[in-house]
């Protein structure tokens, strides 16, 4: 099968984006479809697979396979760049437009200069907070918030939040020094999390600003995570480390992303989100 994709990326986290306006994938093929595309070797190389779709609750809807097939419920950097896509291929014309994704419907706005989005702005929606919810096991409480946390020989305190997808936060004196590769696929497979879990690491260097390191579930170590950046700034409220709606910097690998929780309730995240290349998969029979 020959199938036409867009590679995009928001600060590096990158996706083979796929518009099921113009084209049809068998619910059965698409986790396979998403492992296969993501493979350095064999594939295209990339984090996952993002299909752009219709949807009847928003103006677009968005679906997001990490790189093992897995189906995540949010992407905050595929939400910026859905936005782009939706916006410079027509599929929306208005500046202001809703998103639906797996967890929730998500506001986006495009800041558009000779027609081609420069920034994209989401409101990404409360987050969940409620340990069950989360999931996380244990007894439910309304938070979890430097909880410690034992792995192997390691001491650490975790934060649970959900921004549709869960994220364990833990924050670190140096963001140099963390064991991302050891602790990442364990914490991301720990029995404490049923669902699995993404990992970040935290470097609080002001009170505007935050370094930041993630493994992600079903992806491994990518240089950025919106949800995971939003999910950071909201652990870091939580342990009184930054102030609720202010803009907050997050250095991500692959650049910066603003975000702000703001007194309503809603985390706000503003950040690129770029095109790589197009072109066509041509998909072997056997996956
Ligand atoms: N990179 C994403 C999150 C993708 C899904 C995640 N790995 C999960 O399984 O929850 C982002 O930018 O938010």
């Known amino acids: 099968m020959e199938i036409p994709f867009t590679k995009m990326h928001g600060l590096g986290n990158n996706y083979i984006y796929i518009d099921l306006f ?31 779709q219709p949807s009847d609750a928003a103006d677009v809807g968005m679906r997001i396979f990490n790189k093992d097939g897995s189906e995540g419920q949010s ?17 929306i014309q208005r500046e202001k437009f809703q998103i639906e994704t797996r967890a929730n419907t998500v506001k986006a706005e495009v800041n558009v200069e000779a027609g081609l989005v ?59 020094t963390t064991p991302l590769y ?56 939580l342990n009184g480390s930054v102030q609720r709606n202010e803009d907050i910097t997050v250095h991500l690998a692959g650049g910066d992303l603003i975000i702000k929780w703001d007194d309503k309730g809603s985390v706000w995240m503003t950040g690129g989100a770029d095109v790589i290349a197009t072109g066509t998969y041509f998909l072997a029979d056997n996956i």
């Open 75 to 91: 992407c905050g950097n595929g939400l910026r760049c859905v936005a782009k896509y939706a916006y410079e291929n027509g599929i």
């Open 182 to 237: 050891e602790l990442g696929p364990v914490i991301e497979k720990d029995q404490r999390f049923p669902d699995g879990v993404n990992v970040e690491f935290i470097e609080v260097i002001s009170p505007r600003e935050l370094n930041f390191q993630v493994w992600e579930r079903g992806s491994g170590v990518t240089q950025a995570c919106g949800t995971g950046a939003c999910a950071s700034v909201v652990a870091a409220v």
């Open 118 to 176: 420069q920034e994209v702005t989401i409101n990404m929606g409360e987050p969940i907070l409620r340990r069950q919810a989360i999931p996380m096991m244990g007894e439910d409480a309304p938070q979890v918030v430097a909880e410690p946390f034992t792995v192997g020989d390691e001491k650490l305190d975790v934060t649970a939040v959900s921004m549709g997808n869960p994220h364990a936060v833990f924050f670190v004196n140096s963001i140099d």
């Open 22 to 52: 113009k084209f049809t994938i068998a619910e059965e093929q698409l986790s396979g479809l998403a492992k296969s595309v993501s493979d350095v070797y064999t594939g295209i190389g990339s984090d996952g697979m993002i299909l752009i």
